[in-house]
């Protein structure tokens, strides 16, 4: 079983900057990808950013420019570094991630929120 601990979010003014992470453990050979989405009440939820096990990355047009995932290979953690945050950047932020331990695996993280406001 894999589980995922996110860290980071909360309250930051417009311009501001925010950075998630996301460590994975358990039973994990292999990670095949790690990403980000955001859920907005009422809403569903999109995706962010995503990085390969290759670190190939992609990020919703919306963020381009702005936001940045990385990843520590080592410690199985993916990070969310958001610079320049605007009010519409508001909403609850997971991470999610897609590899193969026991057998295959797609998991989540707790959410974390992330509102600015100033």
């Known amino acids: 079983q894999v589980q995922l601990v996110q860290s980071g979010g909360g309250l930051v003014q417009p311009g501001g900057s925010l950075r998630l992470s996301c460590a994975a453990s358990g039973s994990i050979t292999i990670i095949f990808a790690m990403a980000w989405y955001r859920q907005v009440p009422g809403k569903q939820r999109n995706l962010v950013a995503t990085m390969s096990n290759s670190g190939t990355t992609n990020y919703a047009d919306s963020v381009k420019g702005r936001f940045t995932i990385s990843r520590d290979f080592a410690r199985n953690t993916v990070y969310l570094q958001m610079n320049s945050l605007r009010p519409e950047d508001t909403a609850v932020y997971y991470c999610?991630?897609?590899?193969w331990g026991t057998g295959e695996f797609d998991a989540w993280g707790q959410g974390t929120q992330v509102t600015v406001s100033s």
């Open positions: 999610n991630v897609q590899g």
